[in-house]
């Protein structure tokens, strides 16, 4: 009991915390040089430009019957966190007082989408969302399921940009394409973290000393999978092992020196957790 109700004080915060960068990036940078970086906020920002209506205002009626639609699938608890995190962010957005820092466009792009991409990572991080073109293209995905919600996100937020030429010009579209670009990288560095750890798969005839090495001189755990040759239909021993990003050189000069005709493949792994790493919240 004690666990949920921490797990779910820390999702608060997090949301919390995103809400504000949420909100910092777009009434800093974005809404007062006329990004439109898409999603609802996009096209909540062309209709104030078009009518003076409160871009807030007008995300949240948007949402709003999204999000009675898709209350069912999104589950009670998500459901609940996404649409106060909605609610909270278009309040934010119309009043939170905040004063314009800069008219640079090329400033305000890196640094909205940035704080915003920041943002967005951690109300994701805290098991929730601000609705908007994610819940529309998987609400699209159910009724037509040959579109991806991948795809169905794309598109809408393409057709965002494309109409933000229109209403503003064609180098406001060309800013809010960037930013989305910038927003997504940080959301999932976010989510992801640094490529801190490698794993690496290594082949050799010499497998237990290769790892007698690694764990004496890297204090890493190695795993001995049994692997078959297809060619040659020989039982070989495959090393697993996964070390830090400062540990790869280290790794290579080990196998290299004790079999300089191993065979290694190497990949980056995003996420890594267990004893040396990160540990599972």
Known sequence: MKTNVRAEMKNVLLILAGLIF?????????????????????????????????????????????????????????????????????????????????????????????????????????????????????????????????????????????????????????YALICILISNVVIDFVLEGPNSSHSFFIISDKSDEIASRIMQELDRGVTGLEGMGMYSHQHKRVLLCVVSRMETVTLRRIVFSVDSNAFVISARAHDTYGEGFKDHD
């Open 22 to 174: 949420c909100a910092l990036g777009f009434n800093l940078f974005l809404i007062p040089n006329n990004i439109a970086a898409g999603g609802f906020t996009g096209i909540a920002q062309l209709i104030n430009s078009l009518t003076g209506f409160p871009v807030g205002t007008v995300a949240l009626a948007l949402n709003v019957p999204l999000f009675l639609v898709s209350m069912k699938s999104l589950g009670l608890r998500f459901g609940i966190r996404s649409l106060a995190a909605t609610i909270g962010f278009s309040l934010l957005l119309d009043y939170m007082p905040l004063p314009v820092i800069t008219h640079d466009l090329w400033l305000s792009t890196v640094y909205g989408g940035l704080v915003s991409g920041l943002g967005f990572g951690l109300i994701l991080r805290g098991s929730a969302t601000t609705g908007g073109t994610d819940m529309l293209a998987s609400l699209i995905h159910r009724l037509i399921p040959s579109i991806r919600v991948s795809v169905g996100m794309f598109i809408i937020d393409g057709l965002v940009i494309l109409a933000s030429a229109f209403v503003y010009d064609t180098a406001a579209a060309m």
